[in-house]
């Protein structure tokens, strides 16, 4: 019941936020923009699009490696876009849930410290995409809007930071005098602890480590290309620089992490709207391009993904059933 509750809150939620996206856009003004759209750009936005995954992949790969020294960037960048396409079409974020199982079989690492690496690439995704949004509005001279509430972001990313930091010293708190006594006295709760640890063993390596943050790095900033490459084929090429596409991938990670529909439908075009219109993009251009790189992006990691998940030998009825039935346990 609190399942069909949060999906049914999530899809009101979605609906009402693209309905206030919609509600003063002149449909007319709307086909004007996608018959003049200069449709030459979709391919390399595709390509880019792959990209991104792939350097998701790679990073993830590093992260995987000290527990499972045989990953592969291949398997990687395939259970990336499998977990991230169950997460365009399935309510709950079950895509993560499902891509550290995969991963857990594919891997033949623990389930729990595959969950610690994904849980490291979401931390280290709030703090590095914050650093470059912070670039990104001192080298472009974006003011207003995000950047109102500079207090509470540097904050958040902070938090992320502090969270991985105690991750990565995680074996020095392990030897300490009072922790060492703590966990002889719980074999049990050392044995989860140092499964967890070995998730960031990455950082462990200088090399490694500067290339796991690199990789993540290089990840929003070919996104940010994307949505550079994207305005130029709306005709938005004066209004959207290389900065301001990496402020659209900020507002986009932060309309994401607001309740709503799977794929994000509805907080994503009503958020980068606004931020669209309050640099003079006239409100039916910017939801024209908003919801292509939108749509654009989600169609190629979905059908991607699902093609993966296929390829594997699973099928989407069967991953809902087996990892709904899972949090439900949880629950």
């Known amino acids: 019941m609190k399942k069909t509750l949060s999906i ?53 790969r590093l992260l995987l490696r000290p527990s499972s020294p045989s990953a592969r960037v291949a398997d990687a960048f395939r259970l990336e876009t499998a977990g991230l396409a169950l997460n365009n079409i399935l309510p709950l974020r079950l895509g993560e849930l499902a891509r550290a199982t995969f991963g857990a079989r594919v891997f033949g690492a623990p389930l729990v410290t595959v969950l610690a690496t994904i849980l490291v690439e979401r931390l280290l995704d709030v703090v590095v995409l914050f650093l470059l949004f912070a670039l990104a509005a001192r080298l472009g001279g974006l003011t207003g809007g995000m950047l109102a509430y500079g207090g509470a972001l540097w904050t958040l990313a902070a938090g992320a930071a502090a969270g991985i930091a105690a991750l990565i010293f995680s074996d020095e708190l392990v030897a300490h005098a009072w922790f060492s006594g703590f966990f002889r006295r719980f074999p049990r709760f050392r044995a989860l602890f140092e499964r967890v640890a070995m998730g960031v063993k990455g950082f462990h390596s200088l090399r490694s480590g500067a290339l796991i943050i690199g990789f993540a790095a290089a990840q929003w900033i070919v996104d940010a290309l994307n949505m550079y490459l994207l305005g130029l084929a709306f005709g938005l090429g004066a209004a959207i620089d290389l900065f301001k596409g990496m402020a659209l991938i900020f507002a986009g990670a932060a309309a994401a992490s607001m309740p709503g529909m799977p794929g994000y439908f509805g907080n994503y075009e009503l958020v980068l709207t606004r931020v669209l219109g309050a640099w003079g993009v006239p409100a039916d251009a910017g939801f024209a391009y908003v919801f292509c790189a939108h749509v654009t992006g989600y169609l190629i990691v979905t059908l991607l993904g699902l093609f993966f998940i296929y390829r594997m030998g699973h099928s989407l009825e069967k991953v809902w059933a087996e990892f709904s039935a899972v949090r439900k346990e949880r629950a």
């Open 8 to 60: 049914i809150a999530g899809s009101l939620v979605g609906s009402l936020l693209l309905w206030l996206a919609l509600r003063h856009i002149d449909f007319g003004r709307l086909a004007a923009a996608y018959a003049g759209m200069r449709k030459i750009y979709l391919l390399p936005s595709a390509l880019l699009v792959v990209a991104e995954l792939f350097l998701r992949g790679a990073r993830w």
